[in-house]
């Protein structure tokens, strides 16, 4: 788990960054007793231990993974300043590899005049996006998708702006003649396209979403918090590719660099197209920005105190890993989609397990097959459990019944969900460990099913 070598190259940069300030007259710091400290960093990598090995290959459960090594690192030496990203006071210097990182992010969608900045997670970066879509379409309503992330009818009402839900498609992604329809009410000031959701990896069709836009004359959010760095995969299927082409002319993106972008947690991103709605956010702030005329970003973000910290790790991975396509980074993602495709042709042709549509990104979902939908979604649970005990870490997720029905055969259709298994292949190591995964997957299926027809 631990890569020894990193740590020994961490102690040779916090030398560089401390010679940074040698000039400093010595003062006696508030250092611990090393006796007592080590006894608490102790006891604190013994509660660490009760956690699913998220940083593993074997951990292919929900959307998380470890942070890059340099993200870790760059993270931890910025802990020796603690800079505050909210004014150029606080973190000059993160400040400014904030800018860039963002700048860089931006880029990636083909934005080169934009307003931006980075923030606690996708969440928070939603709630901005709403905040101004709201201020733009006063009393006009939000519409996402009922796949979209739970949070988004949370944060309207939070910002008390009116909620509708969409339906969603046999394959999960916003159905359009349903969002059509629903248009010609002319109540709409914004749509969330969501780019890849959470529960299954869907892209919802920003192509005709955009033609909707031409005629009925809505602001669109992207929210890509999980799904916005696949614009650099190259495998992906040529209409969910067709969306990312052209995720450069919705109106503001939320991307999540601590999903698929390798950061500790505690970093989201907003970007909007129109830099101009940068005075929505103006308020005056008499003892905050008085060091530089410059831009400070907490005159462009709802947050006040920042983690300049998340600023460092993100530009510091960038420049190791840049976000180009057919480079390094791209390649983790286009192998986490080879990963999912390769367990998706596994499952679908077992007839030990029902699947729904291929995956567009890198997330399965799968049931076993049952006499009933509701004794599949019981299996599903004892599935996931006898993996778990067999080292495999798999999630759960409750799916409505449409996206099945096209392979349900004969099962029973008694209930309108279907609980189902869930895996996140992000990974780039996951691609190498498919047999093994597979493997346990197959022989916890086997044991659960063999003890149910007993
Ligand atoms: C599509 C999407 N939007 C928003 C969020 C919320 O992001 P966060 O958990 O960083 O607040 C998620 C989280 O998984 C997501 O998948």
Known sequence: MLDRESLAVFSEVAKKLDSGFAELPAFQDQSPEMERLAE???????????????????????????????A???????????????????????SAMEKEAVAEIAGMFGW??????????????????????????????????????????????V????????????????????????????????VVATIG??????????PEILALRAKHGFRIHADAAYGGYFLLAGNLEQEVAQAFIRIGEVDSIVIDPHKHGLQPYGCGCVLFRDPGVGRL???????????????HLGEISLECSRPGAAAAALWATQKLLPLGKGGVFARGLENGRKAALALFGKLHTDMRF???????????????????????????????????????????????IHFWVANLGNMKRDSG???????????????????RIWELLSAATAEVLDAHHQ
């Open 40 to 70: 608490v960093l102790d006891a604190t990598a013994e509660r660490l231990k009760d956690n699913y090995p998220y940083f593993h290959p074997l951990y292919a459960g929900q959307m998380l993974k470890p942070p890059h090594p340099v």
């Open 197 to 206: 959701t959470t529960a299954t990896g869907s892209v919802d069709p920003l």
């Open 72 to 94: 870790r690192l760059a993270y931890a030496l910025a802990m020796w300043i603690n800079p505050n990203n909210h004014a150029l006071d606080g973190g000059r210097a993160t």
């Open 354 to 400: 029902v699947t729904t549509f291929p995956p567009e990104l890198d997330i399965v979902v799968f049931a076993p097959r049952g006499a009933s939908v509701s004794q599949s979604s019981a299996l599903s649970r004892k599935i996931f459990e006898a993996a778990a005990k067999r080292g495999l870490h798999l999630a759960v997720a409750e799916l409505p």
């Open 417 to 435: 969900t279907l609980v189902c298994l869930r895996s996140v292949l992000m990974k780039p190591e996951h691609l190498d460990w498919i047999e």
């Open 281 to 295: 956010y103006k308020h005056d702030s008499p003892y905050t920005y008085f060091s530089s005329g410059d831009l």
């Open 112 to 157: 080169k005049a934009f307003l931006g900045h980075l923030c606690g997670g996708g969440t928070m970066a939603n709630l901005e996006a709403l905040w101004v879509a709201g201020q733009l379409h006063p009393g006009k309503k939000i519409l996402a998708s009922e796949q979209a992330h739970y949070t988004h009818s949370r944060i309207s009402g």
């Open 159 to 190: 910002l008390q702006l009116p909620f509708e839900s969409v339906p969603a498609d046999a394959r999960g992604r916003m159905d359009m003649d349903a969002l059509a329809k629903r248009l010609e009410r002319s109540d709409v000031g914004t």
